[in-house]
């Protein structure tokens, strides 16, 4: 016999229930990997597609067996430690065994995701710091997809399914909230977002199953550029500056063979940033530039490391010769490894 999910009350979808054919039953995966977006040039308009809110903040996939959570990060880094708060509220919020998708983050006075206010979050082992670091920096969990439910595998059902599952099997809170979607109008949702200066928009397929893979089934447009890259030296401090002046950053060639230059980056750091990311670079230097392609600075006031660390940079734009035009440091990232941090093309939005 089928299996029915009942509503919970809460969710924000029209049906009633949800019917689970019994080939769906399997036992929860070792492990899922999360379905990854493609970088596209310009939103659009279709039917048979939603758009959500595209948040600056971490990737999560929450595992639950109805009695403990696992917070699992895009590169399989358990978050747990850093953000108890979240825990708590699935435990309260999902009862039966569950994968859910969806990104933490920390909101400003506008509502609007920061990823500067998040990486306040990160690096702190004092349980105690934490507690309070879970106060100053509130942080909430947007869940936008659900991989499995109650002895169920639904990866293989349409978005539009999942969604439905979702909204029925969570009791939403306001920690745990459902990510809010927008039918067919995906260029009045980006226009929206870019006047609100918000991150950008994220546009999926009605139809899509859930695959651990990049996939042009789900695609993000941009309101302000950024993107990650990877920390490959620094500079000295000058005058009444502390720690170090500005970092030297790349990014790896999509065959990953080459390590390529992309700027100097000297705006966006706080105090206490300047001299946790000096002693930071400090403990992975080394004696040679790691660039292998591109033309960083050079000169005694240089310093070369390891390209271990990963950085979110803001920028205007990529100049003709491929620097960054105004980037600003946002924070460190602890979600992706070095080696997968490539430089984001947008493709035409007609291949998608």
């Known amino acids: 016999m089928p299996k029915r999910i009942p509503n919970s009350g809460a969710g924000s979808r029209k049906e009633s229930a949800v019917w689970f054919s019994p080939d769906l039953r399997k036992p929860m995966a070792r492990q899922y990997e999360p379905m990854l977006l493609t970088l596209i040039d ?6 048979q597609w939603l758009f959500e809110p595209k948040y600056d ?4 996939l929450a595992r639950m067996d109805g009695r403990k959570v696992k917070l699992v990060s895009r590169n399989g880094k358990l978050q747990n430690l ?4 979240i825990e708590q509220g699935l ?23 920061t990823f500067r206010k998040l990486q306040q979050r990160f690096h702190v082992l004092d349980k105690d710091e934490i507690r309070r670091r879970a106060q100053t920096y509130a942080a909430y969990f947007y869940v936008f997809d659900i991989l ?11 978005l539009e399914r999942r969604k439905q599952v979702l909204s029925n099997a969570v009791r939403w809170s306001d920690r745990i909230r459902m990510t809010p979607d927008t039918p067919a109008r995906g260029i009045a949702m980006f226009r929206q977002a870019s006047r609100n200066q918000e991150e950008g928009i994220v546009g999926k397929h009605l139809h899509s199953a859930y695959v651990g893979i990049r996939s042009k089934e789900w695609v993000k447009i941009k309101c302000i550029s950024g993107q990650e890259f990877v920390i490959g030296g620094w500079t000295d401090p000058q005058r009444s500056r502390v720690g170090l002046g500005a ?4 990014y790896f060639t999509d065959d990953g063979k080459h390590f390529v230059y992309a700027g100097k980056v000297g705006t966006g750091f706080a105090r206490e940033t300047l001299i946790d990311l000096a002693q930071r670079l400090g403990e992975i230097s080394q004696q040679h530039s790691p660039f292998e392609e591109g033309e960083p600075p050079h000169g005694s006031d240089v310093h070369w490391v390891k390209p271990r660390l990963v950085a979110e940079i803001a920028f205007g734009e990529w100049t003709q010769n491929g620097l960054l035009r105004q980037p600003r440091f946002e924070g460190l990232r602890t979600d992706k490894n070095a080696e997968d941090v490539v430089r984001e093309r947008p493709k035409p939005v007609d291949a998608r």
Not at 95 to 105: C, N, Q, T
Not at 247 to 250: D, P, Q
């Open 247 to 250: 970092i030297l950053v790349g």
């Open 82 to 85: 850093q953000f108890p708060d």
């Open 57 to 60: 903040g971490l990737r999560v």
């Open 91 to 113: 435990l309260e919020a999902v009862k039966e065994s569950a994968v859910l998708d969806g990104e933490i983050v920390c909101l400003d006075e506008r509502g609007r995701s």
């Open 148 to 158: 499995y439910w109650d002895g169920y595998e639904l990866v293989s059902l349409p």
């Open 42 to 47: 310009k939103p659009f308009d279709d039917p």
